[in-house]
């Protein structure tokens, strides 16, 4: 039996990490995404403990395809995918601090991006029959 397939992003660390990690404990196998490699490989070291497969991958959310490397490598590793869990986002400055042309990649990264993740997943579903 297949186990089911989440795909997790901002799995690096706080809630992220917590949600790949409770979903791999209930024989989940997850695609974790996040910025930090390192502790993206600590993240999969710990959820590896609980039997399931692990995937990494770290790319830019603020890259306009950025969607698209991502399903399509959740599809490619595991075949499937049940579960979508955008937790990615953030932002380091206040509004205040914030100038118009530093705005697009982080609209990119917190909304655009995981909007069009539900999208191809949802897709996909339909391709898929499901």
Known sequence: MMN?????????KGIGKILAVKLTQIGFDVMIVGRNKKQLLETKAEVENFNTNC????????????????????????????????????????IKDTL???????????????????????LFHDKAGI
Not at 4 to 12: D, E, H, N, R, Y
Not at 58 to 76: G, K
């Open 55 to 94: 995937v990494v991958t770290e790319p830019d959310l603020s890259i306009t395809d950025a969607h698209l490397s991502i399903i399509n490598r959740v599809i490619q590793e595991f075949g499937r995918l049940d579960v979508v869990i955008n937790y990615a986002g953030g932002n380091s400055l206040s």
């Open 100 to 122: 118009i042309e530093m705005k697009d990649p982080i609209f990119k990264a917190n909304t655009r991006t995981p909007y069009f993740i539900c999208q191809e997943a949802i």
């Open 4 to 12: 089911k397939v989440a795909l997790v992003t901002g799995a690096s």
